[in-house]
């Protein structure tokens, strides 16, 4: 079959690789619909990350072509939606709801193929009620990981009705961070942006303004919107320095941060934390958790997350669309193998 590889920093190449085929009992192989590009895979293409060789991809929606003797619930012939983490989903923190933490958590990987193998399928993945009409299969695939991960981070910053939510990063999972708070009930939704296309998308997914400054000028700008005191909720979706200190400091004392940005060399100042009085909580998004509601919310057509793509390619040239999202031409861009 063919699939993405990514070979060193910048070099992605779509290139045969062996078909998947069941290792424990308890797996699944589908048949990949769409794939797509997540902002995390630009950590290692721009060789923050070293990968080397490595299959690339962890978002999907597929049919299920084959199962493990142990599988019982997901059956072949089901079109699923999964979590890029697998998980068994019996375990206690998965009946928690920290899924992406289970106990046999494993990491899914190299769903930008043909074929893919799905490790724990009956606690992963989640058929929908039936083949879905194609234009549903982006939103479905948006719900494998970004929106699933802006939806955890909306309801890991708290927000809800008469709340002040806002966002910092204005990629794929910020903009369905602004959908999932407008969702949830907040009252007023502000995104920080400089880019024209992401300010429209976010403004039609939900948000009520827009700040262009960025870090301690952006909270300046937030605090005037609210009376000084910063936002009730505030959901961190880039992972950087400065990202995550915006967050802290947009945050009023009492409030909650969701962040969900992969942390890279984050380290948080004590003193200021202890005064800030801010509830953090975060990390990787147990999608699983909610997958059931989004998968309802995409069928019955109550929200369209699939508007974040805004480039579609085929497979074979996945190397145009990773080069197209690390030069900001492009939000996200999906796969159809
Ligand atoms: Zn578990």
């Known amino acids: 079959m063919r699939g993405v590889v990514m070979h060193g920093p910048g070099d992605v190449r779509v290139q045969d690789r062996e078909n998947p085929r069941i290792i424990e009992p ?56 999964g979590s890029f983490f697998a998980s068994d989903n019996t375990c206690e923190i998965c009946r ?6 289970c106990v046999h958590a494993e990491l899914v990987g190299g769903t930008q ?11 992963t993945l989640v058929a929908t009620p039936g083949m879905p009409d194609a234009d549903l299969i982006p939103s479905l695939l948006t719900a494998s990981d970004v929106l699933g991960t802006g939806w955890f981070a909306a309801v890991a910053a708290e927000a809800g009705p008469g709340k002040t939510v806002a966002v910092v ?12 708070a407008r969702q949830l009930g907040a009252e007023r939704i502000v995104i920080f942006s400089r ?6 998308l976010a403004t039609e997914f939900g948000a009520t303004d827009l700040i262009i400054e960025r870090g301690d000028e952006g909270v300046a700008k937030l605090k005037e919107l609210n009376g000084g005191l910063g936002a009730h909720s505030v959901i961190e979706a880039v992972g950087t320095q400065e990202s995550m200190m915006q967050a802290i400091r947009a945050t009023r004392p009492g409030g909650h941060v969701g962040y969900v940005g992969v942390s890279h060399d984050v380290r948080l100042p004590g003193e200021e934390l202890f005064f800030s009085g801010v509830h953090l909580h975060g990390g990787p998004a147990p999608v699983r958790r909610f997958l059931p509601e989004l998968i309802r919310l995409i069928w019955d057509r109550e929200i369209n997350p699939g ?24 939000i996200k861009t999906l796969l159809r193998p």
Not at 96 to 101: I, K
Not at 113 to 123: M, S, T, V
Not at 310 to 324: N, T, V
């Open 26 to 81: 308890t797996d699944a192989i589908i048949k990949v619909a769409a794939a797509c590009v997540c902002g995390s895979d630009l950590w290692p293409y721009r060789g923050v990350d070293e990968f080397h060789d490595q299959p690339m991809g962890h978002e999907y929606v597929g049919v299920v072509e084959q199962i493990g003797d142990q599988v019982e619930d997901i059956t072949i012939g089901d079109f699923v939606v």
């Open 113 to 123: 193929a043909q074929r893919a193998r799905i490790p724990l399928a009956d606690g």
């Open 169 to 180: 990063g204005d990629g794929a999972v910020g903009l369905l961070g602004v959908l999932a």
């Open 307 to 330: 508007r974040v793509f805004d480039l579609e390619l085929p497979l074979e040239e996945a190397a145009q669309g990773y080069k197209a999202m690390d030069e900001r031409r492009a």
């Open 195 to 200: 880019h024209a296309d992401r300010q429209k």
């Open 96 to 101: 928690a709801g920290y899924q992406s933490r």
